[in-house]
């Protein structure tokens, strides 16, 4: 089974799920959330996208975790626990070098879970779901959604095809090749703007947009979407219920402050987990049915 299960739930269950994840990842600082959600992003990456992932955590993510991780303690000098004093005076404390730690966590974590949405939530799911209430903004977001994957791919053809006469940015000298590079971003840069009003025109001429236009669509909301709407928001709102009674609370300045650990505060953590860790949970249940009923034939 090697299709992603979760992909194939409802539009407005996958929406759903990445509002709350990507949420909860952008401002939950906690270390222990930022260390679920980081997890279950890089998890469920690794599931959707095999040995890719692994190459962009280590070309992007991993750089970004230690830029971000260094860039603080350098700037930040709050704290009461100093470590060391730099030259110039200024203090290195335990505080920065954890906050600066737990932002370069939470970025990787939004970059995870964004590049599975980039997966999961196709652009006919996005205008299935915005088509109607805003018809020129889903438009819009569904072709910048696109629009980096299918640059990508139409820059490697025009660097190839520019690289068999010879144009290429690694042929010739320095001039050369920035000549060369200047030449293939006029293309792209052509090719964009041409590619985007084709697209508009396209959209424009089958009527969309239009008042009482109607619509194909291929999803349902089924009894098994509603269950796992239920399954995911009671988890949030037990996250939620946790952050709001401040079981669930974490300090970086002026000092490290942590709180207890307590049975609702381990609950609140077992709830998270099990919602970041979902997608892929269900995937190899499916799996394992998958093989099992297959060994019956």
Known sequence: MKDDVFSGYHPAVNFLYFVLVIGC??????????????????VYYLYLKKWKALKTALWMMLPIFLISAIINPLFTH???????????GNALTLESILYGLGTGVMLVSVLNWFSCY???MTSDK????????????SLIFS????FIPKFQKQIE???????????DVSNGNVLNRAHHGIKILSVMTTWALENSVETADSMKSRGY???????????????RDKIMTAVMVSMGLVVVAGIASKTIYFLYYPMIVINERTIWAVMVYLSYGALCLLPVA???????KWHYWKSKI
Request: charge should be positive.
């Open 25 to 42: 990842s952008m401002f939950l600082m906690h270390p222990i959330f930022l260390a679920l959600s980081c997890i279950g992003g890089m």
């Open 78 to 88: 709050k704290g009461v626990t100093i470590l060391a004093y730099f030259q110039n």
């Open 118 to 120: 980039h997966v999961v």
């Open 126 to 137: 996005f205008i299935y779901l915005f088509g109607k209430v805003i018809p020129a903004m």
């Open 143 to 146: 072709m910048v959604f696109r």
């Open 157 to 167: 053809k025009v660097s190839n095809s520019q690289k068999c006469i010879g144009r």
């Open 209 to 223: 947009g239009l008042r009482g236009r109607t619509n194909f669509s291929i999803y349902r909301f089924d009894t």
């Open 282 to 288: 269900i995937n190899i249940a499916e799996d394992i």
